[in-house]
């Protein structure tokens, strides 16, 4: 059998296996969508969204770009934070980054990425915006892994920014926003704990899209 057959055997196991579990279990997923989660990660094979929440399909609804970046001109995660903000009302909202970022590692490389520039730019910026606290750190790899983490936090913060995520917490108390790091090495989800009522209210200073605090 080769690794693409494979695919299909597999799925045809897990599918016998989850009717037999909960013969309902696929009656139900058709009827609908009703997740509690927008998840927003890095495209990263080894970062499988669903798989390290120990999430069922219809838990958690997912968005995955390379370094987990939210880009306001981006109108494909744009429209991803819309949908699952208004549409879907999620409770909470992640931002899910991992140490051993490719798309991390690259943005500190002195190196012409091609049509990857602009892409990686918005890591680029977040470098510049924690210039010294990172040019502090001496020790290249743990230099790497901070910036993984405060890549996280503004794209957090992007998600902040935006209109809907402003207006449907302040009318309804959610959804929430949180940073996650993945450790490969260990396999554990490390939670940035981000203020998030503290980070709006700073964002809300000047990104004010929705009425005060
Ligand atoms: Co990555």
Redesign the pocket.
Known sequence: MTDYEKIFENNRRWAAEKSATDKDFFRKLSRGQDPDFLYIG???SR?TAEELMGADPGDVFVHRN???VISNTDLSAMSVINFAIKQLNVKHVVVC??YG????KAAMQPQDHGILNPWLRNIRDVYRLHKEELNAISDEEQRYRRLVELNVEEQCVNVIKTAVLQKHYLEKGYPVVHGWVFSMEDGLLIDLELDFEKKLKEIQEIYNLGGSF
């Open positions: 890095c495209s990263d970062v390379i370094a987990n980054g991992h970022c490719g798309g991390v």
